[in-house]
């Protein structure tokens, strides 16, 4: 960037810093709209006030439970933080982490502006986040491992080792931003964390447990030090590489999250799925293949398959969560039951777009000449099959954590299956959010249940489903192993479930071909 800007006149000037040019658009912005309202500071204060008081408690209670874990199994510990770190570290990478407004990437971004001042300000918010996330991971680390009364010191402590490291994994998904070697290595090192942490969290009960001794205070805050100062050169190094930022990285980043913040302000949350998946095939080098239909398969099946072929690395992350639910086997039945099932949807949504372009562009269905019954019911047997596969691995690994033989919970998630499949293509098949439906009061204010309605088309038919499995994973060392009739119980509701779908939710009309 040159030191000196020429205008069209002919004089020369040093550019505009990036904070006085963020002024003067904002005083033109207020006097042209206007100051934030009344209105959308009730708004924000409200759907704050229903989180806290909806998420609060049994969030406060996983972070900070009355009593200590006994005896923790220091492999089990190191796998945790290892996982946590590797799940912050790919939430950065997939949000930018240095975001800037659609308006700053079209404007400011192509100014004459110097780069570190107008990149500056998100990178400090970045920080800021990723430092109160590691400080309360810290704390709760703390909190749920140490015996009452916790001490301060300890806390403080481990809050600032946590803090600091949440620092130095915002450098790095910026190094990786920014440079697309880095990328790819830090793509990597998540995918082995990830791994390596599940697979030692399997095999932490068979490993004799080494009693390792507490740190003292002397030690903790001299790592705790040596953290903090590791954090500061690291933020240093990247104030001072802000200028060669790319702008293909940063315009990229700003489109994808403009996006979801326009989701979020129109509550209309359903076109995101069709942008994920754009973004998922964008850049892609991909050449044309025959649709072969092995074993006289129809060509729906067949379409799924090729699907899979090209979404392998989707298909290994996946394998690889099959482990989180025995890394969690110590937690709440209520956070373990949410990771199962959400895993399992995810598993069967993997060729879910195909079954949103079929509901959602009839015309292309009515050129195959099939009915909709006949195509849903194809669209059907590739989800049962992954999320059967993924729901028995992951039950299997959990029983394997929990000192229970593997065998009745591998057949209870293959039981599973269909009805995880059945809630995906309900998912997939609903409409957008309708915002036409009638207005609900509550003490805290009036909300239309459109977007609730929304957002539990599929989990309200899993629940009916798969209530067995649900029940068995919400107590899963106190239920035991799964009998036989809890087993017939969920076939029968899987293929009850899935033949009334097939039947009754599927279109039945031809095609006018």
Do not use: N
């Not at 934030?36 to 708004?43: K, P």
């Not at 004459?112 to 800021?128: D, E, I, K």
């Not at 459109?450 to 068995?472: M, Q, Y």
């Amino acid at each position: 960037m040159s030191e000196t800007l020429v205008r069209a006149d002919g004089t020369t000037g040093r550019p505009a810093s990036a904070r006085r040019l963020r002024r003067w658009v904002r005083r033109r912005q207020v006097a042209a709209l206007g100051s934030i309202g009344l209105e959308t500071v009730y708004v924000g204060v409200l759907a704050a006030a229903m989180t806290v008081a909806l998420l609060g408690p049994p969030l406060g209670r996983t972070l900070w439970p009355a009593e200590a874990l006994p005896d923790p199994h220091p492999l089990t510990v190191v796998a945790l933080v290892g996982i946590g770190a590797a799940g912050l570290l790919a939430a950065l990478r997939r949000l930018g982490p240095v975001v800037i407004g659609r308006s700053d990437a079209s404007w400011l971004l192509a100014s004459p502006v110097p780069r570190r001042g107008l990149l500056l300000p998100p990178l400090v918010r970045v920080l800021l986040l990723v430092c109160l996330l590691g400080a309360v991971g810290g704390a709760a680390g703390v909190a749920r491992h140490a015996a009452r009364p916790v001490d301060v010191g300890a806390l403080l402590g481990w809050a600032t080792v946590g803090a600091a490291g949440g620092v130095l994994l915002a450098t790095a998904a910026t190094a990786g931003q920014r440079d697309p070697a880095w990328a790819r290595r830090l793509d990597r090192l998540v995918a082995a964390v990830l791994l390596g942490g599940g697979v030692a969290a399997l095999v932490a009960p068979e490993v004799p447990a080494a009693r390792v001794p507490a740190p003292t205070a002397a030690l903790l805050w001299a790592t705790a030090t040596a953290a903090v100062a590791a954090a500061a050169l690291a933020v240093a190094g990247t104030v001072r590489r802000l200028d060669a930022f790319p702008d293909r990285r940063l315009r990229g980043t700003a489109t994808l999250v403009g996006a979801h913040l326009d989701a979020v302000y129109a509550v209309e949350p359903s076109y995101l799925s069709d942008l994920w998946e754009r973004r998922s095939w964008q850049g892609r080098r991909l050449r044309s293949a025959p649709v072969r239909r092995p074993l006289g398969l129809p060509v729906e099946v067949a379409h799924d398959l090729l699907v899979l072929r090209r979404k392998r690395r989707r298909l290994g992350w996946l394998a690889a969560a099959t482990l989180l639910p025995a890394l969690l086997a110590d937690a709440p039945g209520w956070l373990l039951a949410l990771v199962v099932f959400a895993g399992a949807l995810g598993c069967a949504d993997t060729t879910g777009d195909a079954v949103r372009r079929d509901s959602r562009q009839p015309a292309l269905l009515r050129l195959t000449g099939r009915t909709g019954r006949r195509v849903v019911a194809a669209r059907f047997l590739v989800p049962a099959v992954l999320a059967a596969l993924w729901s028995a691995v992951a039950l299997t690994g959990l029983a394997v954590r929990s000192g229970q033989p593997p065998g009745p919970w591998c057949l209870l998630g293959l039981a599973v299956g269909p009805a995880v499949a059945v809630a995906a293509l309900r998912r997939a098949r609903s409409r957008p959010v309708d915002h036409a439906m009638p207005m609900i009061d509550t003490p805290m204010g009036s909300f239309t249940p459109g977007p609730l309605v929304w957002l539990l088309t599929g989990p309200d038919l899993l629940v009916v489903l798969a209530l067995p499995t649900l029940a068995a994973v919400l107590d899963v060392t106190g239920t035991g192993s799964p009998g036989p009739a809890r087993l017939l119980l969920q076939a029968a509701l899987s293929g009850l479930g899935a033949a009334a779908y097939l039947l009754l939710g599927a279109d039945r009309r031809r095609s006018l071909l």
